[in-house]
């Protein structure tokens, strides 16, 4: 079955370094979802990925889908305390109506 | 706008007992996901339901779990003669159409 892997499971930066999780699948997908779930909280959609190359900014979050929609990363820059979370990647295989989830990458801000 | 409620939000059962998740999707939602996430780990499919539907199992344990999304009122994950093993949030997500799923906040069961 189709399997999402991210990379890393855990990251420490200081405040204000950078932060990059990476997400790959083993199957080719027709979207990515990035979602955000502080300690203790629920999952929160972040953005929707759909086209080869396509990438995407919010504010200091940057998302990108590969050319070969088979990977994507979400980078944040300048990281604050209150980006603190579990970042998860979600790709839906073609044809498929549920998201695969990756386990997710836990970023710890230490300011 | 209510966003996709879920209760009761913690739940304590004794092994055996049985186990009654309940998620009223957002207005409008006619999608319902049932996800299980344990303790530093991702989330794990369980079921998607539509109105009156199941239309993918996959990820539920054949025996013990049922889901239901009727006509009226909100869909239900059960869980037959819980054991341990079963403690874990629970998360229901809705969606209007196949896009992206709205959270709710989630059932932590607890088995002891």
């Known amino acids: 079955g189709q399997q999402v892997m991210q990379i890393p499971q855990y990251q420490h930066v200081q405040e204000g370094e950078d932060f990059t999780t990476y997400c790959n699948s083993s199957t080719t997908l027709s979207n990515i979802q990035w979602y955000k779930q502080r300690p203790g909280g629920h999952p929160v959609f972040l953005i929707q990925l759909v086209k080869s190359g396509e990438v995407k900014k919010q504010k200091r979050l940057t998302f990108q889908f590969g050319e070969a929609k088979k990977n994507s990363s979400l980078h944040i820059t300048a990281t604050q305390t209150t980006d603190v979370g579990t970042y998860f990647c979600a790709g839906a295989a073609g044809g498929s109506y549920i998201p695969t989830f990756g386990r997710g990458t836990s970023l710890i801000v230490h300011p | 706008n209510a966003g996709v409620m879920q209760n009761p939000r913690h739940l304590v059962r004794r092994r055996g007992q049985e186990a009654r998740l309940r998620c009223s999707p957002m207005k409008g939602h006619s999608h319902v996901y049932w996800y299980r996430q344990l303790p530093e780990e991702g989330l794990k499919f369980m079921v998607y339901l539509q109105k009156e539907n199941i239309i993918d199992e996959s990820g539920m344990p054949k025996e013990r779990f049922s889901a239901e999304f009727p006509k009226e009122g909100p869909s239900i994950l059960r869980i037959q003669q819980v054991v341990r093993g079963d403690s874990a949030a629970y998360f229901c997500?809705?969606?209007?159409?196949?896009?992206?799923?709205?959270f709710g906040q989630g059932t932590r069961l607890t088995v002891v």
């Open positions: 997500a809705s969606s209007p159409v196949v896009t992206e799923a709205f």
